[in-house]
């Protein structure tokens, strides 16, 4: 069976501080790999979604960044992290066809800047 | 632009009872409807998907519907159980496309 995990679970980090965040995924080849960002009381906003290693897709121009080195593994990143970037961070995989999957979610990133 | 909405007000419903929840969207021809449930700090997780040419879709005691005329679908719990208490998120999808929108979601209590 599939597997996602993601971690850290939280995470609290200055202004101006680097970020990492990392997603792997197991039993599956290939998937389609998806980071968002929940803010309280409203829904799920895409960031970055990767079709294949290296390819990568971004939704919303911000100082994040997402990267694909491996095919079951997906990095959101940023250099200089602001106030402004916290919230509850979800990466997900769904299967390498278009439109008709569903996707399966990690249990997220708790990010707070401080 | 686009537009998905859930009811922010969280309903609360005896156990027993059936829960109804709507999402309604503008602007947006869906080809794929989806509804997940989420816990306080975990992910989504899918319950189900119905197409724009099905009316209806049931598993267990959940069923949906989908009405492409009213843009709306209405998601059903019947027999609800106070385990059945999350948020629920309704997300549309369109073919072809990986960018799936999601709803902010209707939180949902079942009393005992």
């Known amino acids: 069976s599939q597997t996602i995990h993601q971690w850290p679970a939280t995470l609290v980090q200055p202004v101006g501080s680097p970020l990492s965040l990392e997603c792997t995924v197991e039993?599956?080849?290939?998937?389609?790999l998806y980071w968002y960002r929940q803010a309280a009381g409203r829904g799920l906003q895409l960031l970055f979604y990767s079709v294949g290693i290296g390819q990568i897709s971004s939704e919303v121009p911000q100082n994040l960044s997402a990267s694909r080195p491996q095919d079951r593994q997906f990095i959101l990143s940023s250099k200089k992290l602001l106030l402004s970037d916290s919230g509850f961070y979800l990466c997900?995989?769904?299967?390498?066809?278009?439109?008709?999957?569903?996707?399966?979610f990690g249990d997220g990133t708790r990010l707070s800047i401080l | 632009s686009q537009k998905i909405e859930q009811n922010s007000e969280a309903l609360n419903i005896q156990e027993g009872k059936t829960a109804t929840l709507t999402c309604n969207y503008t602007?947006?021809?869906?080809?794929?409807l989806q509804w997940y449930r989420q816990d306080p700090g975990r992910g989504p997780v899918f319950l189900l998907l119905i197409r724009e040419n099905e009316k209806e879709k049931r598993k267990e005691r959940l069923k949906v519907t989908f009405d492409t005329t009213l843009k709306q679908s209405l998601f059903h719990i019947t027999a609800s159980q106070p385990a059945d208490s999350a948020t629920y998120l309704c997300a549309l999808d369109s073919t072809g496309g990986f960018k799936t929108i999601f709803g902010a979601g209707t939180r949902l209590f079942v009393k005992a």
């Open positions: 602007n947006y021809s869906p080809a794929y």
């Open positions: 997900a995989w769904s299967r390498p066809d278009r439109g008709n999957q569903p996707q399966h």
């Open positions: 039993g599956t080849s290939n998937p389609n």
